[in-house]
Structure formats: C-alpha cells, structure tokens
C-alpha cells in the first residue's frame, strides 16, 4: 500500500515520520529505510537522540555531558532505548541523482542486505523525488512520482510511507484561528494525490487545543511561581 501523510513542515513533519518509523520498528521489528529529501540524516539522528534521552538537541550538539552525572546518565538511558532500534533504521541522505529509478535501486538493496521481503519504504518527501522527465505541468510531475511509488509498492509488495507537502493555501489554514483544517486537496502540485493513495492522512493545527494548553501552561506556572515567558 502506498500511504500519504501531508502537513506543513512547521508541524514537524520529518520529526512525525521519524517517530512513526521508530513505534513500527519497536512493535514489529520491521526495517525501514528512510530515504531523506527534507532533512539531513545527521539532524534527524540528534532529534531521535533528543527524544529518547529527554536531552536538549542544543545540549547534544556541546558535547558537554561526561562532566554532568545527571546527563550522562540521561544519554546512558537514551542510548540503551536507541540500541532497540537503531540497526532497524537506515537513514539516506538522497541527492538529484535519487529518482524513482534509484529508489528501486535503493529498495532491491536494502531487502538483500536483511534478506527479507517485509521492510518498509518512508519517503520523506515525495514532492521532493527528482525526474528527469519531461512534463507539461508540475501537477503532471507530482501525479507521476506518485503513481510510481504505487506502483513500486505493488511490484515490490512492500509499504511506502510518504510525506507530501501542502500547498500556501493549506500553509495559511495552518496558520489562522479557524476551525477549518488541512485536507488531501491541500497536497502540493495535485489536489487529487488521494487517486493515487491507499489511505491519506493530514495534520492540521488545532487551535482550540493550543489555547486550552496555554491557559493551562500559564496557570501552572502562576502555582509554581515560575516567570510566565520561561
């Protein structure tokens, strides 16, 4: 099956992904190969590491932890949670030359190298995939890559996880006090990805929950004598 997840990258896209990759592998120990078009591997290892050790990305990038027991066995708990994982997870850092052609390239590999049938393709983020082909229109280009990626999870009979973009209009949603929320029309380059997909999912702020948890926030601060902004 070929999944779509679209929101804007301000709701952390890449981040969303990550963790869905990390829940999968932890229940099922299926491998993924994450291939990386929006973010850096190198960033995406600091973020895991950040949520698994509770530690700031800012204080990881310092490299300051030995001198502090209290970090140092923060990282000591983190780590032996990522080694549950880790060598289920192949991050790829993809460049111009990762078309569709070499995403099968990268596929067919990475199954040789687990000797396995059952892994997982993410694709982070499909708009991202570059072509050499030519088309009369970026709507034309999008629905190519995205029925290809169908077409390679039905060939390979393997399921790809893919992140789309959104388009401005579904950005200024995002980002005004509405009840209005993302939906799949919203996918960046063609409003109709859903022909394509198996099952499209969006995220969309929700602003009333935002609000509730600020008051929240602010309350509890307020009881522990805490400054507001902090």
């Not at 060939?155 to 996880?161: D, G, L, S």
Request: charged share 25%; net charge neutral.
């Amino acid at each position: 099956n070929l999944t779509l997840l679209a929101t804007s990258s301000n709701n952390l896209r890449s981040q969303f992904m990550l963790q869905i990759a990390i829940s999968i592998i932890c229940e099922t120990r299926t491998p993924i190969l994450y291939l990386c078009f929006e973010e850096s591997p190198e960033n995406l290892l600091k973020q895991i590491l950040s949520q698994q050790t509770g530690l700031s990305i800012n204080t990881i990038e310092r490299n300051k932890i030995k001198s502090n027991l209290d970090l140092k066995e923060s990282l000591k708990k983190g780590l032996e949670k990522f080694a549950k994982f880790q060598s289920y997870l192949n991050l790829v850092a993809c460049s111009q030359n990762d078309t569709m052609e070499q995403l099968e390239i990268h596929l067919r590999s990475f199954k040789e190298r687990y000797k396995s049938e059952k892994v997982i393709l993410m694709v982070d983020t499909l708009q991202r995939i570059p072509s050499y082909n030519y088309y009369s229109s970026e709507e034309a280009r999008v629905s190519d890559i995205a029925n290809r990626l169908k077409l390679l999870a039905h060939a390979q009979r393997v399921a790809v996880f893919a992140g789309s973009e959104i388009t401005v209009e579904g950005q200024e949603i995002d980002a005004t006090d509405n009840k209005d929320r993302i939906t799949p029309k919203h996918c960046y380059g063609n409003p109709n990805l859903d022909r394509f997909a198996d099952v499209v999912m969006t995220v969309s702020k929700s602003w009333i929950d935002s609000t509730e948890l600020q008051i929240l926030l602010q309350k509890k601060t307020e009881f522990a004598g805490m400054n507001d902004a902090n």
